[in-house]
């Protein structure tokens, strides 16, 4: 079951600006993973973040998770027209170590 | 090799036919995974195959059928499917190792995109 919901369901920016994405979540985790995939493509791991982190950097890419809130936001910092793809939040529960609960997504679209 | 491989790219059947999936790694990942996936939705769980072994049904109707002949292949066999069940599939794979409490990180195929008439 879906898990995770993600707004907005779809952000349009210039190349150059930043973007974030926000995730919330029900259930506790062990911890939060961002992944995108590109049109009809699979999908890549961007970053991950425990539940005993607050922060992450990899890259443009600034993950941030707030376990009292159940909520992650994931900003990427001067967009480029690559970045067009969606996002998904997933989540990996104490009680299901292997199965990860992905999001609703966010379609980003980077304009140049 | 960091790639997860999975024939066929397309797929069009009909009601009636037999057809496999095959997904295919070579990063010596114990955990292995079916998802399906509907246009501009996430990813939904269908089968995780831990060491071979199937550990995760999710309430899937038996006209899927998974295999994991061995640690390095996972198979998703299709009989008499329904044009509902037209969507991406992905196969992924993960090293976690069950007995240790670490991350999952999940690495993806391309997917194989179905069409069922």
């Known amino acids: 079951s879906q898990q995770g919901e993600e707004d907005p369901q779809a952000l349009s920016i210039q190349e150059g600006e930043n973007a974030t994405m926000n995730c919330s979540y029900k259930?506790?985790?062990?911890?939060l993973q961002w992944y995108r995939q590109n049109s009809g493509r699979g999908l890549v791991h961007l970053i991950l973040i425990r539940s005993n982190e607050r922060e992450k950097h990899s890259g443009r890419l600034r993950v941030t998770l707030d376990t009292s809130k159940k909520s992650s936001s994931l900003l990427i910092t001067a967009s480029r027209a690559a970045d067009t793809a969606s996002y998904f939040c997933?989540?990996?529960?104490?009680?299901?170590?292997?199965?990860?609960?992905f999001g609703s997504g966010t379609q980003l679209t980077v304009l140049p | 090799d960091t790639e997860v491989t999975q024939t066929p790219k397309h797929l069009v059947m009909g009601m009636t036919n037999k057809k496999s999936l095959k997904c295919e790694q070579h990063?010596?990942?114990?955990?292995m995974y079916w998802y399906k996936q509907k246009a501009k939705k996430p990813p939904e769980l269908m089968f995780v195959?831990?060491?071979?072994?199937?550990?995760i049904n999710e309430s899937v109707p038996s006209r899927f059928s998974p295999e994991c002949p061995n640690s390095s292949l996972l198979n998703l066999h299709l009989h008499a499917l329904q044009p509902e069940d037209s969507a991406l599939y992905l196969c992924?794979?993960?090293?976690?190792?069950?007995?240790?409490?670490?991350?999952?990180?999940?690495?993806f195929g391309p997917g194989t995109r179905l069409t069922v008439l």
């Open positions: 195959y831990s060491y071979e072994k199937l550990s």
């Open positions: 997933a989540t990996d529960g104490p009680g299901s170590a292997r199965q990860l609960t």
């Open positions: 259930t506790s985790i062990n911890n």
């Open positions: 990063m010596g990942h114990r955990a």
């Open positions: 992924a794979s993960s090293p976690r190792d069950g007995r240790l409490s670490s991350y999952n990180e999940q690495f």
